[in-house]
Each structure stands twice: as structure tokens, then as C-alpha cells.
């Protein structure tokens, strides 16, 4: 990965979805040019995972049964049953699977 590429994660999230739809809108609507589109997107990339890695502090805790993990182009998958969730302030939360998906946070060139 280069300075500038960033792992497009986010971009399934609510906020990354909602504004796809909001691009996608404007160039349908011929109101932006799709190369536009794109540097939009992927300066969302680089202000999320920017944004989460320095504001978001909050730890949680979770026990569940593994289903199915895989290791493929640097991204582990996890597939987890049975989730319950343990936050920060000893609150509990149940879930019956969780996908996670974890990926190198250090920048090229870091050790």
C-alpha cells in the first residue's frame, strides 16, 4: 500500500454507503464528473481511517465461538457465533454472529 492508498473498509459503513449513493446521484444528475466521484471517495478513506485511529479511544471485550477465519492480501476475516460483548462501561451486549475484519494499521515504511 502507498502514502496514498488506504483500505476502502468504510465505505460499506452507513456514512460510507450514504455518501456513494450521494455521488452516484450527482453523476447521474450530470452535476459532477466521475474522476470527481472518486477523489471524493478517496479522501473519505484517508479522513475515517485517519479520524477513528487518533479520536477513538474506547475498549471493549468479546467471547464467542469461532466459526471461520481466513488470511487473504494482508486481511484477516473472522466470522464469530454467539458474541457477547463487554464495553467499557460493564455494559453488555448479545449478538448472534459478528463479522470482523482487521487490517495492517501501520503506514508503509513503519516498522
Known amino acids: ?21 450521494t ?3 450527482l453523476i447521474m444528475q450530470g452535476r459532477i464528473d466521475p474522476q470527481l466521484a472518486m477523489k471524493v471517495l478517496s479522501n473519505f478513506d484517508r479522513s475515517i481511517t485517519e479520524i477513528l485511529s487518533e479520536k477513538v479511544k474506547a475498549n ?23 458474541v457477547t460483548f463487554k464495553l467499557q462501561n460493564t455494559q453488555l ?19
Open 93 to 111: 451486549v448479545h449478538t448472534d454472529k459478528v463479522k470482523i475484519v482487521s487490517c495492517n494499521s501501520k503506514k508503509p515504511g513503519e516498522a
Open 23 to 25: 455521488l452516484d446521484d
Open 60 to 82: 471493549l471485550s468479546f467471547k464467542g465461538h469461532l466459526d471461520t477465519y481466513r488470511f487473504c492480501d494482508e486481511v484477516w476475516t473472522f466470522l464469530i457465533k454467539d
Open 1 to 21: 500500500m502507498n502514502s496514498n492508498t488506504y483500505y476502502e473498509l468504510y465505505r460499506s459503513s452507513s456514512v460510507g454507503v450514504t455518501l456513494t449513493d
